[in-house]
C-alpha cells in the first residue's frame, strides 16, 4: 500500500475502532434496560457491574483496531477469515484478562467485530446493507484455526433448535437489519428522545431473538417472557409513552424473576448504534 493510502486506513481503522468501543459503553449506560447491566444497577448478574462493562469496552478498541486494519480494502476470503479469527480470539483474551476472567463481551465482540472488518473492507464509505451482507460473508467462511469444543451458546443452539450468535451473523444480522434499525428510525420521526428510541430498538430485537443467555438460564419460558414482555411494551406505544413505560417495569421485575438477562440482544443493540452511525442515511 501506498504511504497516503496507509495513512487513510489508519485513521479509518483508529475511527472505526473507537466506534465500536462508544457502542458498547452507550448500549451498558442506556438504563432501564430489562434484566441488564445499566445505570441502575446489575440486573439479573451477580459478577457484571457498569465498571466493568466500560472496562471491558475500553480493552477492546485494540481489537477492533486491528480487525479493521487488517481488513482494509480485503475480500470475503479463508485467509481474512483466518486473520479475523485470530484477532478475534486475542481480543476476548484481553478482555477476559481486563474483567479478571468475566465474560462482559463475547457475543459483543463477534457481532461488531465481523461488522468493522465489514466496513473496513469496504473502504470505509459503504452502506450499511453492504456491511451487513460483507460481515455475513465473512461469518459464512470456516475458521480452521477456531478450536472445537464446548459452548453455552452451542449447548442452548442444539437443546433448542434454535439459531445463536454465529447464525445471526451468518444471516446477515436479520435482527439488527429488518427489526431493530427500523424500529430506532421510526421512534426517532415519531418523536421519541434518543434514550427511549434505543430502548425500543432492543424491544424490537427482544421480541424474536433467541437469545442464548435467556435460555441457559431461565428455558423457554424465560425466552417467551422476554419475547412476550418485548411486544408487550411496543404494542402500548413503545418506552416514550406511559403506558410503555409501565410494560418496560413489568417485563424488567419479569426477567428478574426468571433470573434471566438478555446479553445477546444487547450485544445486537450495540451493533445496531454501530451501522445506524456508520451506514449511511436513516432508511
Ligand atoms: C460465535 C461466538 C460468539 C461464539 O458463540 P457461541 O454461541 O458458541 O458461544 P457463547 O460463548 O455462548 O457466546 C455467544 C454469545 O453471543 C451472544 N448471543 C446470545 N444469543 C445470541 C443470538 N441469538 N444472536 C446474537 N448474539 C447472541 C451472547 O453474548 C452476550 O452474553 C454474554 C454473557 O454470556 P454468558 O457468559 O453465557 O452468560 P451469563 O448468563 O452471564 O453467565 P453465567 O452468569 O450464567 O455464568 C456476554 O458476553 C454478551 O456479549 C452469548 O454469550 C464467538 O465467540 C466466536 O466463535 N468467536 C471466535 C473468534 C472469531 O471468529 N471472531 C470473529 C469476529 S471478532
Ligand atoms: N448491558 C449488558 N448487561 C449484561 N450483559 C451484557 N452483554 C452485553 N451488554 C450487556
Redesign the pocket.
Given at each position: 500500500m501506498n504511504p497516503r493510502l496507509h495513512a487513510h486506513a489508519d485513521l479509518a481503522a483508529d475511527q472505526l475502532a473507537q466506534l465500536a468501543t462508544a457502542c458498547?459503553i452507550e448500549?451498558?449506560r442506556?438504563t432501564p434496560?430489562p434484566?441488564?447491566?445499566?445505570s441502575r444497577g446489575?440486573?439479573?448478574?451477580l459478577d457484571?457491574s457498569?465498571v466493568l462493562?466500560e472496562r471491558s469496552a475500553h480493552s477492546l478498541t485494540p481489537a477492533f483496531y486491528q480487525l479493521a486494519q487488517q481488513s482494509w480494502l480485503r475480500p470475503a476470503d479463508p485467509a481474512l477469515r483466518e486473520t479475523v479469527g485470530r484477532l478475534g480470539r486475542e481480543g476476548e483474551a484481553q478482555m477476559m484478562a481486563a474483567t479478571g476472567g468475566v465474560n462482559?463481551?463475547r457475543?459483543?465482540l463477534w457481532a461488531l467485530g465481523l461488522l468493522v472488518s465489514a466496513a473496513a473492507m469496504l473502504g470505509g464509505g459503504a452502506e450499511r446493507g453492504a456491511i451487513a451482507r460483507a460481515a455475513a460473508q465473512l461469518a459464512q467462511l470456516p475458521d480452521r484455526a477456531a478450536p472445537r469444543g464446548f459452548s453455552k451458546g452451542l449447548r442452548a443452539v442444539h437443546r433448542y433448535r434454535v439459531p445463536g450468535a454465529r447464525e445471526e451473523a451468518q444471516q446477515g444480522f436479520p435482527h439488527v437489519m429488518a427489526l431493530a434499525l427500523p424500529q430506532l428510525h421510526r421512534s426517532r420521526q415519531q418523536g421519541a428522545e434518543e434514550p427511549a428510541a434505543r430502548l425500543d430498538a432492543l424491544m424490537a430485537i427482544m421480541t424474536s431473538l433467541s437469545d442464548t443467555?435467556v435460555l441457559n438460564r431461565a428455558g423457554l419460558a424465560g425466552l417467551d417472557t422476554m419475547q412476550r414482555g418485548a411486544r408487550a411494551v411496543l404494542a402500548a406505544g413503545g418506552t416514550a409513552q406511559p403506558a410503555g413505560r409501565l410494560a418496560l417495569a413489568e417485563l424488567d421485575a419479569a426477567m428478574l424473576a426468571h433470573n434471566a438477562?438478555?446479553?445477546?440482544a444487547?450485544?445486537l443493540?450495540?451493533a445496531t448504534l454501530f451501522l445506524d452511525r456508520v451506514g449511511g442515511q436513516p432508511n
Amino acid at each position: 500500500m501506498n504511504p497516503r493510502l496507509h495513512a487513510h486506513a489508519d485513521l479509518a481503522a483508529d475511527q472505526l475502532a473507537q466506534l465500536a468501543t462508544a457502542c458498547l459503553i452507550e448500549e451498558a449506560r442506556l438504563t432501564p434496560k430489562p434484566g441488564l447491566v445499566d445505570s441502575r444497577g446489575n440486573g439479573a448478574h451477580l459478577d457484571l457491574s457498569l465498571v466493568l462493562m466500560e472496562r471491558s469496552a475500553h480493552s477492546l478498541t485494540p481489537a477492533f483496531y486491528q480487525l479493521a486494519q487488517q481488513s482494509w480494502l480485503r475480500p470475503a476470503d479463508p485467509a481474512l477469515r483466518e486473520t479475523v479469527g485470530r484477532l478475534g480470539r486475542e481480543g476476548e483474551a484481553q478482555m477476559m484478562a481486563a474483567t479478571g476472567g468475566v465474560n462482559t463481551h463475547r457475543g459483543a465482540l463477534w457481532a461488531l467485530g465481523l461488522l468493522v472488518s465489514a466496513a473496513a473492507m469496504l473502504g470505509g464509505g459503504a452502506e450499511r446493507g453492504a456491511i451487513a451482507r460483507a460481515a455475513a460473508q465473512l461469518a459464512q467462511l470456516p475458521d480452521r484455526a477456531a478450536p472445537r469444543g464446548f459452548s453455552k451458546g452451542l449447548r442452548a443452539v442444539h437443546r433448542y433448535r434454535v439459531p445463536g450468535a454465529r447464525e445471526e451473523a451468518q444471516q446477515g444480522f436479520p435482527h439488527v437489519m429488518a427489526l431493530a434499525l427500523p424500529q430506532l428510525h421510526r421512534s426517532r420521526q415519531q418523536g421519541a428522545e434518543e434514550p427511549a428510541a434505543r430502548l425500543d430498538a432492543l424491544m424490537a430485537i427482544m421480541t424474536s431473538l433467541s437469545d442464548t443467555c435467556v435460555l441457559n438460564r431461565a428455558g423457554l419460558a424465560g425466552l417467551d417472557t422476554m419475547q412476550r414482555g418485548a411486544r408487550a411494551v411496543l404494542a402500548a406505544g413503545g418506552t416514550a409513552q406511559p403506558a410503555g413505560r409501565l410494560a418496560l417495569a413489568e417485563l424488567d421485575a419479569a426477567m428478574l424473576a426468571h433470573n434471566a438477562s438478555p446479553g445477546g440482544a444487547a450485544d445486537l443493540l450495540a451493533a445496531t448504534l454501530f451501522l445506524d452511525r456508520v451506514g449511511g442515511q436513516p432508511n
